[in-house]
């Protein structure tokens, strides 16, 4: 396992943005399922987008709460997933983790359990 390390979290006015970052330090790093998850006070941790590599091929899928909202992008020169928050809404709060799995098998199911490969998280408040 991996420990990844997200950043770039803060507190941001209902309707703004903010982009997360995920990388994976000291390693070169390859995941071809990598993805983020969001925990809210009180509620389950539920997936929020992942980025899925098929060859030369990326795919996305985002959580149908963040769809036209939410981006996930990667910068493979630095090894860095992304995530683009744009129009960010109260429920949109909590501690936002970056995971990733080797196999590309469901993942855009986005199934907790499978990642191996997490971070500690980094918190996200919107205010209204």
């Known amino acids: 396992q991996v420990q990844l390390v997200e950043s770039g979290g803060g507190s941001v006015q209902a309707g703004g943005s903010l982009r997360l970052s995920c990388t994976a330090p000291g390693h070169f790093y390859r995941r071809d399922c990598m993805g983020w998850f969001r925990q809210a006070p009180g509620k389950e941790r539920e997936g929020v987008g992942v980025?899925?590599?098929?060859?030369?091929?990326?795919?996305?899928y985002y959580g149908d709460s963040v769809k036209g909202r939410f981006a996930i992008f990667q910068d493979k020169a630095k090894d860095t997933l992304y995530l683009q928050m744009n129009s960010l809404k109260f429920e949109d709060s909590g501690m936002y983790y970056c995971?990733?799995?080797?196999?590309?098998?469901?993942?855009?199911?986005?199934?907790?359990?499978?990642?191996?490969?997490w971070g500690q998280g980094t918190q996200v408040t919107v205010t209204t």
């Open positions: 995971a990733a799995k080797s196999s590309v098998l469901s993942c855009s199911t986005m199934t907790i359990s499978q990642f191996d490969d």
């Open positions: 980025a899925v590599r098929i060859g030369s091929e990326e795919y996305t």
